[in-house]
């Protein structure tokens, strides 16, 4: 039997494990489920256990090894990608002293806002190469959280792990904080990491935003690692629980995104735009500076040997499934009939902060706004106009990337809605004004199959990794008729996004409802 590889995948609710061929060809897929825990009273917490999520990827290495046939003895490799930033405290021996703070855990804001606040006041370089805003979805925001808040459990803090280096260290056997290989794309994009300055943020910096950060800096420091390196080899115990062979080497991991982009075909000049219940808006370049703004530019962090580089929508399909959910229906059934829609028709522009701003402004504060409404309008049409108004952001982010030195070539759209929504790949060839390319097929874990293969050897380097591995594209060309009448809808948008966002005045507010209602009726300027 050839030699197969194994790509794993964490999602919010389940692991997917897909098996590769040592030609790259896809041999199976097997997924298992796990819970998130929500509270009624507090909207911001999401945590998960991570005994769950590993006994979920014991289940799905069984199902995927049954329904493929392969044999457990012939997998010689596997690689983890997660979500982030997820980060769960431990103690001695690696053991979890809570639940992980999942990536959309959003109770660390007052934190992230105070790590922000100081940053800029003592010139910390690091703030500026991560949007200028400190999220409340990373990593020093979440600790800072736990440790205020869980008092009793202090003294036995040792440190906090990524989802992506913790998976891997439990299946590796280590239990010393000392031996765990750290992504450099998880602390790249989420820990302010960069060897620019040495590093990690300096502990006198983090010891100003809070006492309780003293020490944090040694103890979050480590082996800072790109994929191509390995994490360690699979120990005895998780070998028989996954039903594989011992001492299999793991690479180390990172975000699901980063690796989804290369999965997708992701080389220098393009731009893969991860779309799902968030956008990770992900491009990779030889050497590019800062631009302001981006949510990270960091050494290593997609393609090992290249800058990669981070933007993002904090939500598209979570939007078009609150539209669904007040209209008391189903996606599914919202979105039949939106292929006869054409550009601009509804008559409505949409500015989809529902979750607030990622990239450019980085502002967790901002709502939606749709514009246009009048008493006949439909949530079809607003989904419509949501589908057009993540594609006018994403124009918009695409183009401060170019501004700031990003060559931008193809697109291509990955992730899982657009497998399966072949009106938003149209609408955003439309809007951008070039072809997009989607992977004719679902790509996830295709990434984490291309660093597996690596470390079995398999293949030298990502490019010939993707050029055995990656699947064709289906092209969407853009309709030039469609592209007009965008071209006269995007300035519009521009101005009210910025104007909206705080950055410039929005001057000719007056002519743009009359302008909307034009542009729906057909007419022209």
Not at 164 to 192: E, F, I, Q, Y
Not at 282 to 287: E, L, Q, R, S, V
């Amino acid at each position: 039997m050839p030699s197969v590889v194994a790509g794993v995948d964490f999602g919010t609710l389940s692991v997917r494990v897909t098996l590769f061929s040592d030609v790259g060809r896809a041999l199976g897929h097997g997924s298992a489920e796990y819970p998130l825990h929500r509270r009624r009273d507090d909207p911001d917490y999401a945590t998960q256990s991570h005994d769950d999520q590993m006994a979920a990827l014991a289940a799905a290495f069984k199902k995927v090894l049954a329904g493929s046939g392969v044999k457990g003895e012939d997998v010689v490799a596997l690689a983890i990608d997660t979500t982030g930033s997820s980060v769960v405290m431990v103690g001695e021996g690696l053991q979890p002293l809570s639940e992980y703070y999942l990536w959309c855990d959003h109770r660390a804001k007052a934190e992230a806002q105070e790590i922000t606040a100081k940053a800029h006041r003592d010139g910390v370089e690091a703030i500026d190469w991560c949007g200028g805003v400190y999220s409340h979805e990373w990593g020093f925001a979440k600790v800072l959280h736990w440790l205020r808040h869980n008092a009793e459990k202090r003294g036995q803090f040792v440190t906090a792990l990524e989802h992506c280096d913790m998976v891997a260290a439990t299946l590796t056997g280590v239990t010393d904080p000392k031996m765990v290989k750290r992504s450099v794309c998880a602390m790249g994009h989420k820990w302010m990491w960069n060897p620019r300055w040495d590093g990690l943020p300096a502990q006198d910096f983090l010891t100003r935003v809070d006492p309780l950060f003293d020490g944090i800096r040694a103890k979050i420091n480590g082996t800072f690692c790109t994929s191509d390196k390995i994490a360690g080899k699979l120990a005895p115990g998780w070998a028989e629980k996954l039903g594989l062979k011992p001492g299999i080497p793991i690479p180390v991991g990172a975000f699901d995104a980063h690796w989804d982009a290369l999965g997708a075909g992701c080389k220098i000049g393009d731009v893969v735009n991860v779309v799902g219940t968030s956008t990770c808006i992900i491009a990779t370049a030889k050497d590019v500076g800062l631009i302001p703004g981006l949510c990270g530019i960091v050494p290593g962090s997609v393609d090992p040997h290249l800058m990669g580089i981070e933007a993002g929508l904090s939500a598209t399909g979570d939007i078009f499934d609150a539209i669904a959910k007040r209209a008391n229906t189903k996606i599914a059934e919202l979105s039949r009939g939106l292929e006869n829609y054409r550009a601009g028709q509804t008559g409505l522009l949409r500015l989809t902060w529902d979750n607030g701003d990622r990239t450019v402004l980085v502002r967790p504060d901002l709502g939606g706004i749709t514009l246009g409404w009048n008493l006949l309008h439909t949530a079809q049409d607003e989904l419509f106009a949501a589908i057009e108004g993540t594609a006018f952001h994403t124009r918009l982010i695409l183009e401060r990337m170019a501004e700031g030195g990003v060559p931008i070539e193809r697109i291509i759209n990955g992730g899982g809605i657009p497998q399966h929504n072949p009106v938003l790949n149209q609408v955003y060839a439309n809007v951008l004004g070039k072809p997009v390319l989607v992977p004719d097929g679902v790509p996830t874990g295709f990434g984490a199959g291309i660093f597996a293969s690596m470390a079995a050897g398999l293949h030298a380097d990502v490019a010939a990794a993707q050029a055995a591995m990656c699947l064709p594209f289906r092209t969407f060309q853009p309709d030039p008729a469609a592209h007009a009448v965008y071209q006269r809808l995007y300035p519009m948008f521009r101005e009210l996004y910025l104007g909206f966002g705080g950055v410039a005045a929005a001057a000719n507010l007056g002519s743009v409802l009359p302008e909307l209602r034009k542009i729906a009726q057909g007419g022209s300027h």
